[in-house]
């Protein structure tokens, strides 16, 4: 079992903002970072650290935390973003570890 | 341009042995931790353990083991997973990705295009 929780699906609707949240408390001392995978593609990262995007990702997605849950959130979700979302950080013995992963489906 | 290229895929059967690879270039192969993912079908990704080329300093996650072994050879900037004797079970697609450590914040950036590895009898 997954020490970080992620939603198993979420939807949202062209052009509107999403949340996909991930639950650890690991979170408490460690960022996550976030990954986008599309069907049959290698996952890339969208979100690290505080809230840094890798070149060539899009401003619409930003990352924020909270206590023990970090969110990533998309603001103005396109048809392409939809796709599958890991986060990721590290587990009570410090290595790393994935959530279980969420759903994007936008509508 | 960071890169991470991974060996071709694999149909073997139970039984069988297999080492697969992971090529770096484009940044300093010795300086950060290389790790691996599995990702079994229609699954979500799994952390198998990392491996820090410098100095082969190697940490497996609890799931995986003894079930496989993780290695590197810096001369040749390449990182390798095997199996001794591959199950049915060990059918999955499986990622090498570069892990970038900066004080609170772990991510995996870049990722290679993985080695789907297909344990058939």
């Known amino acids: 079992s997954s020490e970080l929780t992620q939603d198993p699906a979420v939807s949202v609707a062209l052009g509107q903002t999403v949340r996909i949240t991930c639950q650890g408390d690991?979170?408490?001392?460690?960022?996550a970072s976030w990954y986008q995978q599309k069907p049959g593609q290698a996952p890339v990262l969208v979100i690290y650290?505080?809230?840094n995007r890798p070149s060539g990702i899009p401003d619409r997605f930003s990352g924020s935390s909270s206590g023990n849950t970090a969110s990533l959130t998309i603001t103005g979700a396109q048809a392409e973003d939809e796709a599958d979302y890991y986060c990721?950080?590290?587990?009570?013995?410090?290595?790393?570890?994935f959530g279980g992963g969420t759903k994007l489906t936008v509508l | 341009e960071v890169q991470l290229v991974q060996s071709g895929a694999e149909v073997k059967k139970p039984g069988e042995s297999l080492k697969i690879s992971c090529k770096g270039s484009?940044?300093?192969?010795?300086?950060?931790?290389i790790g691996w993912v599995r990702q079994m079908p229609g699954k979500g990704l799994e952390w198998m353990g990392i491996?820090?080329?410098?100095?082969?300093?190697?940490r497996y996650s609890p799931s995986f083991q003894g079930q496989v072994t993780i290695s590197a050879d810096k001369s040749i900037s390449t990182a390798y997973l095997q199996w001794s004797s591959l199950k049915a079970s060990d059918t999955a697609m499986y990622y090498c990705?570069?892990?970038?450590?900066?004080?609170?914040?772990?991510?995996?950036?870049?990722w290679g295009q993985g080695t789907l590895v297909t344990v058939s009898s």
């Open positions: 990721n950080s590290r587990d009570s013995s410090g290595n790393p570890v």
């Open positions: 650290g505080k809230n």
């Open positions: 690991s979170l408490r001392s460690y960022y």
């Open positions: 990705a570069r892990l970038v450590v900066t004080g609170s914040s772990t991510s995996f950036d870049p």
């Open positions: 491996i820090y080329p410098g100095d082969s300093d190697t």
């Open positions: 484009g940044y300093s192969f010795t300086s950060y931790w």
